[in-house]
């Protein structure tokens, strides 16, 4: 009996013996194995070889080709693309006010980040992100060399190379769980390759609408992050999933065809937009002057809004008549109702010579109220200067029916966009539409003996001509003209002839044809809108760009 408990005894406390060896093994591995990766990653961060030998220098002359392109890899894209521009200019100025940029540019960042910030972090149960230091360092990026587009649209298309290792100084605060941790971002390096296009370009400082960013590479984004003293991105692993992370990330919202929006100017304002129509009906005039010998006159009355390129507007001529009546309407698109006015001015006609102007009057738009026709009778006036004495003077009196019509929001242009067509404007027959002609510019055109260009826009026998633009081969005028149609002008075409008119007095060639091109109205119907330019008949070189639209109300 004595045997077996003692056996028992000695078993018992074997197998106790066993199983404190088995927890005491495994809890000293553990220890071990822990200190052992906290001392190695301690002297692989801290600690760094002291036996470097010092570089051998040699004459670049003795290296060959595949050894000097081992040395210089980051070639500028100036040296080695020909279309890409050197911005040496740029890199001096940026240089020059990088201390300022960089204030600047960080104190913008934390205003857009902070609300960011506290809209986000109670999803991480953290309580606060705080930025103890943010500077972008003292050394700035630098553009490697720029390729700019042309483009026959409204726009510019920049695409520059940058590239940037900056010594940032940038700590930023965590708190939470009772803890502050700061992390510091150091060793900064960015290499990009965006396109930035501005458009559309309009005549309003900055001349331009909106900036669109795209990447047209994935990034290289490169930086440590250093938290209590040691680099995170030393750990094995972490920096290349960091990396790839922010590479993906960034690609996935920006890299082309996807962009980066930034609006600087309201479209519909800066490019005058078309919002509303002006309709008038000259009714008559009265108590007009004599002007001519035999005691009478000839008048007619040209219409005009001011900051309007289009031609002025006649009435019939009423012959050997003081009191006369015209009953005639006519319509204009208005594109900023705040500052534009209508222009009424009475004129004699004169068989031979210039015609006398009779007088004249204005009506700011501004002043008359949307949707209410309205009839006015204005008193006409030698000039608009309010303390002219002649203006005291009677001439005799006009009277006008004005009415103004604001579009609609749904035909009204959707935004400033170049490519979206607007809408015809109320009025306009079912089954037609507007054909909006906008002449924008001419290149290397040549006269023989002068070079004076205006052009000629013949449609169904209607002339129409934009000014005329001195000395200049390549001129610009942006001119617009539109034709009210029953019916689409599938079968038709439209003639555009370019004309120098000498600016001499003299009989010897006042005119000379540069060129000429006819268009078919086809494309237009069905593409509703052609930006193009068209090589010149008759001409050596000479070029003319032609944007039309097809404007339907449906």
Not at 481 to 506: A, C, I, K, W
Request: hydrophobic share 40%; proline share 7%; charged share 25%.
């Amino acid at each position: 009996m004595r045997i077996v408990f003692g056996r028992i005894v000695r078993r018992t406390s074997g197998v106790r013996m066993g199983i404190v060896s088995a927890i005491a093994g495994t809890f000293g591995f553990g220890i071990g194995v822990s200190i052992g990766l906290v001392m190695g990653y301690y002297f692989f961060i801290y600690f760094q070889p002291t036996h470097v030998e010092d570089p051998k220098v040699r004459p670049l002359i003795e290296r060959d080709t595949k050894s000097l392109q081992e040395m210089l890899p980051e070639i500028p894209m100036w040296v080695k693309n020909p279309d890409h521009d050197r911005l040496d200019w740029l890199n001096k100025f940026i240089e020059l006010m990088w201390p300022y940029l960089d204030k600047a540019i960080c104190k913008t960042v934390k205003t857009i980040a902070e609300p960011i910030i506290k809209e986000q972090i109670p999803k991480y149960k953290i309580d606060a992100v705080e930025f103890d230091a943010l500077s972008l360092g003292s050394l700035p990026p630098t553009f490697q060399g720029m390729k700019v587009y042309a483009t026959d649209d409204k726009e510019l298309i920049m695409e520059p190379c940058l590239k940037w290792a900056g010594n940032p100084n940038v700590h930023v605060a965590v708190k939470a769980f009772g803890m502050r941790p700061t992390v510091q971002v150091i060793d900064l390096q960015v290499f990009a390759s965006p396109r930035i296009t501005l458009k559309p370009l309009v005549p309003s400082f900055p001349c331009f609408c909106q900036i669109h960013v795209s990447l047209m590479d994935k990034p290289h984004v490169d930086f440590g992050l250093k938290l209590l003293g040691a680099d995170l991105m030393s750990i094995p692993g972490l920096y290349r999933f960091v990396q790839e992370t922010i590479k993906d990330q960034v690609a996935n919202m920006y890299l082309w065809p996807k962009t980066l929006v930034v609006p600087i100017l309201d479209p519909s304002k800066a490019m005058k937009r078309p919002v509303g129509m002006l309709h008038v009906k000259v009714i008559r005039a009265m108590k007009l002057k004599k002007k001519d010998l035999l005691g009478a006159s000839d008048p007619y009355v040209k219409l005009k809004l001011t900051e309007d390129k289009l031609p002025s507007k006649k009435t019939a001529i009423k012959y050997k008549n003081l009191n006369p009546e015209w009953n005639q309407e006519f319509s204009f698109v208005v594109k900023d109702p705040e500052s534009q006015a209508l222009e009424v001015i009475v004129y004699d006609w004169e068989q031979v010579g210039k015609h006398d102007k009779m007088g004249m009057n204005v009506v700011p738009l501004k002043e008359i109220t949307a949707e209410e026709p309205r009839v006015m009778t204005l008193e006409l006036l030698k000039n608009m200067d309010p303390n002219d004495p002649q203006n005291e003077k009677s001439r005799g009196q006009i009277m006008i029916e004005i009415e103004y019509k604001p579009f609609k929001d749904d035909h009204a242009p959707a935004d400033g966009v170049e490519n979206v067509i607007e809408k015809a404007p109320e009025g306009t027959p079912e089954g037609g539409g507007l054909l909006v002609v906008i002449i924008h510019q001419a290149e290397d055109l040549e006269g023989k003996h002068h070079t004076n260009p205006s052009v000629r826009v013949i449609f169904r026998g209607d002339e129409k001509k934009t000014k005329m633009v001195k000395k200049n081969r390549d001129p610009r005028w942006d001119e617009e003209f539109s034709y009210t149609l029953e019916e689409p002008p599938t079968n038709e075409r439209m003639h555009f002839e370019v004309v120098s008119t000498s600016s001499r007095l003299g009989l010897l060639h006042p005119k000379e044809t540069l060129g000429y091109v006819d268009i078919q109205l086809a494309d237009v119907v069905s593409n509703k809108r052609i930006n193009e330019k068209y090589n010149l008949i008759d001409s050596r070189n000479g070029k003319l760009q032609v944007e039309m639209q097809w404007r339907t109300s449906s």
